[in-house]
């Protein structure tokens, strides 16, 4: 078992850099996932870490071992890829003892290995059968558990789930966490999509254009975004944001957009009072945007009128699509709402919940 640390990790392709002054540590058992758009730095921050491709700057430590220079078989790490890259000639079995073969290792401990991983992962009974024979999920067990017959100090994956469909994925993402928990060993993940990362990792790296934005657990990063990218990033439907202006308004700080105002309440005021007058960009999830005939109690609550453009039912949820005065948002109300398209509704904003962002800066104030 090992930790992994990136110190002021930056790798450059020509001119693009791809991976910006990366400096991240992650303990030992730890499941970090990485997460961000295409082209963030993600898969090269992993292709890094296992020697698949050269660091420009900076260093990387397995647990105290510097591993810039140590050649990937030596790095005490297994890899599943997006590709699950099975040999198409070869049984399950031997997909998943090649490895081990090629180092050497007894043929009574393969068996032991490959007979272990496949009861793990539940695929026992197809270890005599050729990939061509499997399904998609079958296949993505198979490319796992060849990464654990190495027993490696840490397990990278780069989005192993991308080629499964949406049902596979939910159940898939299960079987891995609870991998990481049988196994109790380093996990480093790759994803574009944010209802992994949220759903898996201990914490979560967000990244964008090569540089970390924010590193911290799932609760933290939707409860406390530390800018706009971070905010838009996490959380399904997207935050809504709009464009504002502090001010005093009845002796009471609020949010001008121009197309309504918003009062901030009073528990939350303080620390924007010394921002009065500053251009910001006000965030508001559509979770806390309610029909007022059915808003959580005791929240603090202002009214928006606006015009619904598009409804639709979830079952257990509407969503809203609200338009004011060209300005778009959305709402998540509950299933009995009234609210039909083209009719004109008040919207609850839950201004508890609000996040107020710099304009020029887009970091969080807070």
């Known amino acids: 078992m090992a930790s992994v640390t990136y110190k002021h990790v930056t790798k450059r392709f020509g001119d693009v850099v791809a991976v910006n002054d990366l400096d991240i540590h992650i303990e030992d058992k730890e499941f970090l996932v990485f997460v961000g758009p295409s082209g963030c730095g993600k898969s090269t921050s992993l292709r890094l870490l296992a020697g698949l491709d050269e660091i420009s700057e900076g260093e990387i430590l397995i647990g105290d071992r510097v591993v810039n220079d140590v050649p990937p078989k030596d790095r005490d790490i297994a890899m599943v890829f997006q590709s699950y890259a099975l040999y198409p000639h070869m049984d399950v079995y031997d997909n998943m003892a090649f490895g081990l073969k090629l180092r050497g290792t007894p043929k009574q401990e393969i068996q032991q290995r490959v007979e272990k991983a496949a009861d793990i992962l539940g695929i026992h009974n197809l270890l005599d059968r050729k990939p061509k024979q499997l399904s998609g999920g079958q296949r993505q067990r198979v490319a796992v558990g060849r990464a654990i017959v190495r027993e490696p100090n840490v397990f990278l994956m780069d989005e192993p789930l991308s080629n499964l469909d949406a049902k596979l994925r939910v159940q898939a993402r299960a079987e891995i966490s609870k991998l ?36 911290d ?20 439907p997207a935050m809504n944001f709009f464009d504002g202006e502090l001010i005093k308004r009845d002796g009471k700080v609020a949010v001008d957009t121009q197309k309504f105002t918003l009062d901030i309440p009073d528990h939350r005021a303080d620390v924007f009072r010394q921002h009065v007058g500053k251009e910001i960009v006000l965030g508001v999830r559509p979770e806390n945007i309610h029909d007022p005939d059915f808003a959580p109690p005791d929240i603090s609550s202002q009214l928006v009128d606006a015009e619904v453009d598009v409804t639709e039912l ?53």
């Open 180 to 215: 990481h928990q049988r196994l109790e060993t380093t996990f480093i993940y790759v994803t574009h999509d944010q209802v992994e990362a949220m759903t898996m990792g201990t914490r979560i790296a967000v990244l964008n254009d090569g540089i970390l934005q924010q590193i």
């Open 217 to 236: 657990t799932p609760q933290n990063l939707y409860d406390y975004p530390a800018n706009i990218f971070v905010a838009g990033f996490i959380g399904s």
């Open 314 to 366: 979830m079952g257990d949820e509407v969503v809203v699509y609200l338009n004011k005065d060209g300005v778009e948002f959305l709402g998540r109300f509950d299933p009995r709402t009234d609210a039909k398209v083209g009719n004109t509704i008040s919207a609850a904003f839950n201004m508890d919940r609000m996040h107020i962002f710099d304009k020029v800066t887009e970091k969080a104030i807070r």
